[in-house]
């Protein structure tokens, strides 16, 4: 998923969305990434098709 970077200082908030969604990520065995890639915002999740508890610790 990508979106338009916007202008000026960043939006204020309760600053855990990306670190909570990385962290969920990592709680599956997965990955999330964020950057600004040409411009626009990406996000990019991988998930395993399974849960392997044992690969979280």
């Not at 309760?14 to 997965?30: D, P, Q, T, V």
């Not at 964020?34 to 610790?57: N, T």
């Amino acid at each position: 998923m990508d979106n338009p970077v916007r202008p000026g200082p960043a939006a204020t908030g309760s600053g855990h969305g990306l670190i909570g969604m990385r962290e969920r990520a990592a709680l599956l065995g997965g990955t999330l990434t964020a950057a600004a890639v040409d411009g626009r915002w990406r996000l990019r999740a991988e998930l395993p098709l399974r849960h392997d508890p044992a690969a979280s610790r």
